[in-house]
């Protein structure tokens, strides 16, 4: 099932954290190099300063800010394993686009390590600084110095008083939970998350208790403690309980069709072949209008077809995304100047080629007259280099003018985006792919089912429908085994149970 987990954090001098230290701890840096669980990290809305290193930004915040004051604040969330990476990242990017956006610098790090159940682990933790970006330039010093309200570009960035409310958490926590529910909505995953107390759910289970890094770690290296102990029959009971409803479903679907098989003939106990036979084709035919509707899905999203197979799009880098974010924002007079400066490129490479041939030919003196003069070509060539340069410099102008400070912001945003359309459209077509492969697996088994049918004969029996199928019967005997096992697993639990010491955070000093 999809783990649900959601908390905040603050940091300050005061309670001994260091900013610095944190962010290596996130990038996987300095002492915590050798971890190799490190999946994904991006960076964010830095100053100028510190875009190139973002690490110069958290030494400045442990230098600069108060004593008291936060820091950093952390955000760490777990990730559905349910998603793929690239499911995850889309659903970490749409959650902090909405929340975070231009407004403040962060960093987010994705750690996959092994959980102890052997599965991944993945989960996310976002690092920001409660100090908003307004566009106005300060030097490391000043941007932690406190804010001026009349004349801001004279005092710091100004904080954020909207995460000093008690109930942004709550909020935070809802936004997550309708993220991450609607991401395993989009991929077909039935599993949902629910950050709600077990009380306010309204649950009878044993919660469990944290174990921290430091018991995972010992435990890790076969100290298997009291609380491991507890949270691993807590896993036990919720697997089971998740397995218990599992098997409740299937002994429903098996009632159902035994219902849909008898309510026709409530007398009859056999069903024609030819009727069977009859149902399969018309199955089979319903399968190959999806395979058609499939083709023309992926052809929509760029897929063409040749004798040798399928031929993907091909996939957009960075670069190309950034010069995509350039057409948009500069519009037609951009994409005019560029296609001149490639005009003028492709006039200079055939003025030259034709100066290079005409320069090996051995003319005769017919071709001596017809042809142009080696002068004249060197003449158009120079002519030609030159239109080059001057239609380069008007469009590199217009480009400087476009990646100006103030359109920054703007062609980030247009880049993700584009990005994460990619992203998008090479999900999807993975997706299609894999229901594709479904699909013919599915049509050569109806195949083989009608070919069963053919041997017996249009007007012989196949199927007797009266009585549950041995499936149903084997479901049920595992329905009264999981049953016993959650009477003995609660019974452990009631047990009289240790209390967890504390623990440290990897990041304190």
Known sequence: MAISHFSVKTGSRQKGQSASAQFAYLCRSGRYQGKGDLEHVGHYNYPDWSQAHPQLFWQAADEYERANARLYTQIECALPRELDATQRLDLLEDFLERELGARFPYTCAVHNPAALDGQENPHAHILFSERRVDGIERPREQFFSRANQQHPEKGGAAKDRDWSRQAKIGELRDSWQQSVNHALAQAGRPERVDLRSLKEQGSDRVPEPKMGPLTTEKYRQGDDSEIV????????????????????????????????????????????????????????????????????????????????????????????????????????????????????????????????????????????????????????????????????????????????????????????????????????????????????DEIKALQQYQQELRCLGAEKLAVRAESPTPHAQAALADLDQYQAQLRAARARLAEPQRERGPHRSPARE
């Open 229 to 440: 102990k507890v949270v691993q029959s807590c896993r036990s009971v919720r697997q089971g309980e998740e397995r218990l409803k599992a098997i409740e479903r299937e002994i429903d679907t098996y009632k159902a069709r035994l219902a849909l098989a008898t309510r026709d003939h409530p007398q009859a106990t056999w069903v024609p072949a030819s009727q069977l036979y009859e149902l399969a084709g018309q199955r089979k035919q319903a399968l190959y209008q999806q395979l058609s509707q499939l083709k023309a899905k992926r052809y929509e999203l760029g897929v063409r077809w040749s004798p040798s197979g399928y031929i993907p799009p091909p996939p957009l880098s960075r670069e190309a995304a950034y010069q995509q974010a350039l057409r948009t924002l500069g519009g037609a007079a951009y994409v005019e100047a560029e296609g001149k400066v490639a005009s003028a490129a492709q006039h200079v490479e055939d003025t030259r080629t034709r100066l290079e041939h005409h320069g090996q030919q051995r003319k005769s003196r017919v071709l001596q007259r017809l042809l142009p003069h080696q002068n004249e070509l060197k003449k158009q060539c120079q002519a030609a280099l030159a239109t080059y340069k001057q239609v380069e410099f008007e469009f590199q102008a217009l480009k400087s003018h476009l990646e100006h400070p103030n359109n920054r912001a703007i062609l980030k945003a247009i880049t993700r985006q584009s990005l994460k359309q990619e992203r998008r459209r090479r999900q999807q077509l993975a997706q299609l792919a894999k229901t594709e492969a479904v699909l013919q």
